[in-house]
């Protein structure tokens, strides 16, 4: 159950996303120290939880099998791709270091949906940004060999300031850290110092989220099926803005670890599905 | 407007007349809708060879039928339909002879339709549903689809096998009856038991895409060893899983990912609707599932019956004249079959 101070952002396919104060109700996870005159408590920080909503569908023992082995999953794939430096949204202990206000994105979202109404030839400056961005994000999250296991479109958030501000230096700014977290807070802006050359940060102003179907792999053909997916979003969903896709793949390529291989191993398997025309 | 529809796909042959009167086409009518099925004994699946020569046999005295009941003479049909793919090409053959001669011999122009977009447009025009996300499972097909644009586009779909050959080969090997389908009687099993088992099988969703091979297969082990064969120096000791334990567990896990990635394809999209079709389709507890992650999220379920959702020539009249009406032909040298044919090769020109 959420506590009485989270307030609810989005309710998905599979869960209700909360925003709360890092505090006192996380103390049954997590004992903090008790605050003391000598040291005052720090402030409180937000975190994002996702609380995983049983199914009512779904046979009761299967379904807490699935859940357990999905939070499970989520947790350390946004564990590791924290220590790559790439920002993802956060579920139970892990801090959101630079919240965006869900107005924000929202409608970064809805601008980037009108935006999307070209073809890749006449992709407009922020489109181009917003592909450049996403190949990076890509490339980030599969040089920590995490594979998503569901690049969708509905799992990538846009960083407002990042992408309609080109000029301003916006970098990450993190709210005050508890000392629970700080440590892994601490390590990831390290990374993020390093790793970041250009005005956007790391990851270029695009937010993966949503890591539960996601697993560890160095293979070269999960990292092409993971492509896959995402190519048959655009294909399904966006048809007009391929372009975006191919921008993106294209900048991934030219940034993730062995990117042109992973470019041939994505060719063939574009062209896997059933009952496809594909010989004779 | 009268269409005859012709359908052979996979081991049923149907034939289904229908009228759409009226200015706009409005007011649809179902004036025949008869099928045969050809059912192979329990452990075989049906053959394309035999299917094939079931289908010959059949076709003649199927569609005088359906038009004896349907009390039409040949001059009162306007197009006839028949299925170009995708299924087992010797079916296709048989029926697609069948519908090339009586367009030569009366004077019928013919139109070539795709079996699945057959399903959805059957499904839609039952139902009423407006713009429904379309989960269509069957024996040989498994796919979420959404109408874009034009095209009735796969969001997800199999990666392996379909759901319905997954519950189809199981039953093979368990030796459950192939009448009337071996998924009836699976779904019969399952709830032949107050309590039942449920066993762990893997659980493969990736994306909005499942696989189905992988679960057949851990199936498959599990009746072969002593869980559920029993020990045969313990002959006294009952197994602790019977066929009802197995049919149960297997419908849960597969329809599970079902209704997951159909409510992946609605969330993605942003639809309430979802519709059914497809054999699987007919299924009351595939049904059931899907109610519920629909009342959870404030949607609203479409299904229909055996008569709709198994195979059927109705359903390739109701798609055949849609295209009629936009004015589509098939003229004799492209009215061959294929037993590949995506759905999303379709251009929906009836459909803005």
Same mark, same amino acid.
């Given at each position: 159950?959420?506590?009485?101070?989270?307030?609810?952002?989005?309710?998905?396919?599979?869960?209700?996303?909360?925003?709360?104060?890092?505090?006192?109700?996380?103390?049954?996870?997590?004992?903090?120290?008790?605050?003391?005159?000598?040291?005052?408590?720090?402030?409180?920080?937000?975190?994002?939880?996702?609380?995983?909503?049983?199914?009512?569908?779904?046979?009761?023992?299967?379904?807490? *099998?699935?859940?357990?082995?999905?939070?499970?999953?989520?947790?350390?794939?946004?564990?590791?791709?924290?220590? $790559?430096?790439?920002?993802?949204?956060?579920?139970?202990?892990?801090? %959101?270091?630079?919240?965006?206000?869900?107005?924000?994105?929202?409608?970064?979202?809805?601008?980037?949906?009108?935006? +999307?109404?070209?073809?890749?030839?006449?992709?407009?400056?922020?489109?181009?940004?917003? +592909?450049?961005?996403?190949?990076?994000?890509?490339?980030?999250?599969?040089?920590?060999?995490?594979?998503?296991?569901?690049?969708?479109?509905?799992?990538?958030?846009? =960083?407002?300031?990042?992408?309609?501000?080109?000029?301003?230096?916006?970098?990450?700014?993190?709210? +005050?850290?508890?000392?629970?977290?700080?440590?892994?807070?601490?390590?990831?802006?390290?990374?993020?110092?390093?790793?970041?050359?250009?005005?956007?940060?790391?990851?270029?102003?695009?937010?993966?989220?949503?890591?539960?179907?996601?697993?560890?792999?160095?293979?070269?053909?999960?990292?092409?099926?993971?492509?896959?997916?995402? #190519?048959?979003?655009?294909?399904?969903?966006?048809?007009?803005?391929?372009?975006?896709?191919?921008?993106?793949?294209?900048?991934?390529?030219?940034?993730?670890?062995?990117?042109?291989?992973? *470019?041939? *191993?994505?060719?063939?398997?574009?062209?896997?599905?059933?009952?496809?025309?594909?010989?004779? | 407007?009268?269409?005859?529809?012709?359908?052979?796909?996979?081991?049923?042959?149907?034939?289904?007349?229908?009228?759409?009167?009226?200015?706009?086409?409005?007011?649809?009518?179902?004036? %025949?809708?008869?099928?045969?099925?050809?059912?192979?004994?329990?452990?075989?699946?049906?053959?394309?060879?035999?299917? $094939?020569?079931?289908? *010959?046999?059949?076709?003649?005295?199927?569609?005088?039928?359906?038009?004896?009941?349907?009390?039409?003479?040949?001059?009162?049909?306007?197009?006839?339909?028949?299925?170009?793919?995708?299924?087992?090409?010797?079916?296709?053959?048989?029926?697609?002879?069948?519908?090339?001669?009586?367009?030569?011999?009366?004077?019928?122009?013919?139109?070539?339709?795709?079996?699945?977009?057959?399903?959805?447009?059957?499904?839609?025009?039952?139902?009423?549903?407006?713009?429904?996300?379309?989960? #269509?499972?069957?024996?040989?097909?498994?796919?979420?689809?959404?109408?874009?644009?034009?095209?009735?586009?796969?969001?997800?779909?199999?990666?392996?096998?379909?759901?319905?050959?997954?519950?189809? =080969?199981?039953? =093979?090997?368990?030796?459950?009856?192939?009448?009337?389908?071996?998924?009836?009687?699976?779904?019969?099993?399952?709830?032949?038991?107050?309590?039942?088992?449920?066993?762990?099988?893997? #659980?493969?969703?990736?994306?909005?895409?499942?696989?189905?091979?992988?679960?057949?297969?851990?199936?498959?082990?599990?009746?072969?060893?002593?869980?559920?064969?029993?020990?045969?120096?313990?002959?006294?000791?009952?197994?602790?899983?019977?066929?009802?334990?197995?049919?149960?567990?297997?419908?849960?896990?597969?329809?599970?990912?079902?209704?997951?990635?159909?409510?992946? %394809?609605?969330?993605?999209?942003?639809?309430?609707?979802?519709?059914?079709?497809?054999?699987?389709?007919?299924?009351?507890?595939?049904?059931?599932?899907?109610?519920?992650?629909?009342?959870?999220?404030?949607?609203?379920?479409?299904?229909?019956?055996?008569?709709?959702?198994?195979?059927?020539?109705?359903?390739?009249?109701? %798609?055949?004249?849609?295209?009629?009406?936009?004015?589509?032909?098939?003229?004799?040298?492209?009215?061959?079959?294929?037993?590949?044919?995506?759905?999303?090769?379709?251009?929906?020109?009836?459909?803005?």
């Amino acid at each position: 159950m959420a506590p009485a101070e989270a307030r609810l952002i989005k309710q998905g396919a599979e869960a209700r996303v909360y925003r709360l104060p890092f505090g006192p109700s996380f103390a049954p996870m997590l004992p903090l120290p008790a605050p003391t005159a000598a040291a005052p408590p720090a402030p409180p920080a937000t975190v994002i939880a996702k609380e995983r909503l049983p199914k009512a569908y779904r046979h009761a023992s299967l379904d807490e *099998r699935l859940t357990r082995r999905r939070m499970v999953q989520e947790a350390r794939a946004l564990q590791r791709v924290q220590r $790559a430096s790439l920002a993802a949204k956060a579920t139970g202990l892990v801090p %959101a270091p630079n919240p965006v206000s869900e107005s924000e994105a929202v409608a970064a979202a809805a601008a980037a949906r009108d935006e +999307a109404q070209t073809t890749a030839a006449q992709l407009s400056p922020l489109l181009r940004r917003a +592909a450049d961005a996403l190949g990076m994000a890509l490339a980030l999250m599969h040089d920590a060999d995490v594979i998503h296991g569901d690049l969708t479109t509905s799992n990538m958030m846009l =960083r407002h300031g990042h992408l309609w501000a080109p000029t301003t230096d916006s970098t990450v700014s993190p709210t +005050a850290t508890p000392p629970a977290a700080a440590a892994s807070a601490a390590s990831r802006e390290d990374a993020a110092a390093t790793a970041s050359d250009g005005p956007d940060g790391p990851d270029g102003g695009v937010v993966l989220i949503d890591f539960g179907l996601s697993w560890m792999s160095h293979l070269l053909e999960d990292k092409a099926v993971d492509l896959n997916v995402l #190519y048959r979003t655009f294909t399904s969903t966006h048809p007009e803005a391929l372009g975006v896709f191919w921008r993106a793949l294209d900048t991934y390529v030219g940034q993730a670890r062995q990117g042109p291989y992973i *470019r041939r *191993r994505f060719e063939t398997v574009r062209l896997r599905g059933r009952k496809r025309v594909a010989f004779g | 407007m009268i269409a005859i529809g012709l359908e052979g796909s996979a081991n049923k042959i149907g034939v289904g007349i229908m009228a759409h009167e009226g200015p706009d086409g409005a007011d649809v009518r179902v004036l %025949a809708n008869v099928r045969r099925t050809y059912i192979t004994p329990p452990g075989q699946g049906f053959l394309p060879k035999d299917t $094939a020569r079931h289908h *010959r046999e059949q076709v003649i005295p199927l569609i005088a039928e359906a038009m004896a009941v349907a009390k039409l003479s040949w001059r009162d049909i306007d197009c006839i339909c028949f299925t170009k793919g995708p299924g087992m090409g010797a079916p296709l053959m048989a029926v697609a002879v069948a519908a090339r001669t009586l367009s030569l011999i009366h004077q019928i122009p013919l139109v070539a339709v795709n079996h699945c977009v057959g399903h959805i447009e059957m499904g839609r025009q039952i139902t009423g549903a407006q713009n429904p996300v379309v989960l #269509y499972v069957s024996g040989g097909n498994t796919q979420v689809i959404a109408y874009e644009q034009q095209r009735y586009r796969i969001f997800g779909e199999t990666i392996d096998i379909a759901v319905g050959n997954c519950l189809d =080969r199981f039953a =093979r090997i368990i030796g459950v009856s192939n009448d009337p389908s071996p998924g009836y009687n699976i779904e019969q099993l399952a709830k032949s038991k107050p309590d039942p088992v449920l066993v762990d099988l893997p #659980y493969t969703v990736k994306g909005m895409d499942i696989s189905c091979s992988g679960v057949l297969s851990a199936v498959q082990e599990i009746a072969a060893s002593p869980r559920f064969k029993g020990d045969k120096r313990k002959p006294h000791v009952k197994p602790e899983l019977d066929a009802a334990d197995l049919c149960f567990s297997l419908q849960e896990t597969l329809f599970s990912m079902l209704v997951e990635i159909s409510e992946r %394809a609605m969330a993605h999209i942003g639809a309430n609707e979802v519709l059914i079709v497809g054999g699987v389709g007919c299924n009351k507890r595939l049904q059931d599932m899907m109610a519920a992650m629909s009342l959870q999220r404030g949607g609203k379920v479409f299904a229909t019956d055996e008569r709709f959702c198994i195979d059927n020539g109705l359903m390739i009249a109701q %798609a055949g004249m849609l295209a009629f009406r936009e004015g589509i032909q098939t003229q004799i040298p492209d009215t061959w079959i294929t037993q590949r044919y995506r759905t999303d090769a379709v251009h929906v020109l009836w459909r803005n």
